[in-house]
């Protein structure tokens, strides 16, 4: 069960707001993800997906493994969560690496359960799942290595997770992501609920990847010693995942004008320090994130994104899509001025 597809949101916009500035957008009508924009200055660039000219090549892609990522985030003394990269079988045996599936089991051990395995270079919160024992740990890693070939075993950190979009010097935008979550009505099961949840993801025209038999969701579901078919109590909220992505079903809570000035300075400077101009930076804050951040750990750091999908974020709400607006507006100006 999936939301409906959609054009993604990067072209459907640059269509839209292009002409203002004069500049013009041709998309590959086949499957309308790919695109190309055409300034009145005879100058071209080129876009896919949510991914823009606007950050150079080395360092986007430096973006997208997070392993190589985290090494420099920590090099340079920022919050990143303690974890490392292990190998499916073939892989390992591909580069002879004694790095795979036990190994990785191992050093879940020296973190101390319940820890994170995601695909090392996976997006929008894809093959995440927060492991709380041995039969879990071995499931939740098989899975991510029936389609990655790396993935990542990390230390849990809680908090409140936060997306903050910079473009140059100044945050652009700033929010709170809220896990998929179902409220109960007394009478429907937890499938239930779910299933109309994502039924209004369809009617919003959210393109929302949510699956009823996600063995993360029946994971998350049973560590709460409820099932699939349990009945919620009115009222009742339960999370049935624990990566907060909003296209995984989360929620958007805006904080763009109530985040301390601490936490968008250090937004700002960590893209800066990795070589972007266009960056989601993604946050876990154990404290309030609308006082001064402190270097006691008040929040760690997830990973950072060097074409930031701003889709969901969007259609939170009007005011949010005004802003996207206004965002890829400035991306487009910056854009033509680029040599």
């Not at 400077?269 to 006082?291: A, H, N, Y």
């Not at 802003?323 to 507006?329: A, C, G, K, P, Q």
Request: aromatic share 8%.
């Amino acid at each position: 069960m999936s939301g409906v597809q959609t054009r993604p949101l990067l072209g459907v916009v640059l269509e839209k707001i292009a002409p203002k500035i004069g500049a013009k957008v041709i998309m590959e009508p086949k499957w309308n993800i790919v695109g190309q924009i055409i300034f009145k200055n005879g100058r071209q660039r080129y876009f896919r997906y949510s991914s823009i000219d606007l950050n150079p090549l080395g360092a986007a892609l430096l973006a997208k493994d997070k392993d190589y990522a985290n090494y420099f985030m920590r090099s340079m003394d920022y919050p990143s969560i303690e974890g490392r990269t292990f190998y499916s079988k073939d892989w390992a045996a591909a580069i002879e690496s004694d790095q795979g599936i036990d190994a990785a089991y191992e050093y879940a051990q020296t973190l101390s359960f319940p820890v994170i395995v995601k695909p090392n270079s996976g997006a929008q919160g894809s093959g995440v799942f927060l492991v709380h024992n041995k039969s879990e740990f071995y499931r939740g890693l098989r899975a991510i290595f029936k389609k990655e070939n790396v993935a990542l075993v990390q230390r849990y950190v809680q908090g409140r997770d936060y997306r903050v979009v910079v473009l140059d010097n100044e945050v652009v935008a700033a929010y709170e992501r809220v896990p998929l979550s179902v409220i109960g009505n007394g009478k429907s099961t937890i499938q239930e609920l779910l299933e109309t949840k994502a039924k209004k993801f369809v009617g919003a025209s959210r393109d929302v990847k949510i699956q009823v038999d996600d063995p993360r969701i029946v994971q998350k579901v049973r560590a709460q010693s409820l099932v699939m078919t349990s009945v919620l109590k009115k009222g009742e909220q339960i999370f049935l995942l624990d990566n907060a992505n909003l296209s995984t079903g989360g929620e958007a809570i805006d904080v763009t004008e109530t985040m301390h000035h601490g936490y968008k300075k250090l937004a700002i400077s960590l893209t800066k320090d990795m070589g972007l101009r266009f960056c989601g930076v993604d946050l876990m804050v154990s404290s309030d994130i609308t006082q001064k951040p402190s270097k006691t750990g008040d929040f760690s750091i997830l990973e950072v994104n060097a074409s930031p999908g701003l889709d969901h974020y969007s259609k939170s709400g009007l005011k949010q899509r005004d802003i996207v607006e206004n965002i890829y507006l400035k991306v487009l100006q910056k854009l033509e001025k680029m040599q």
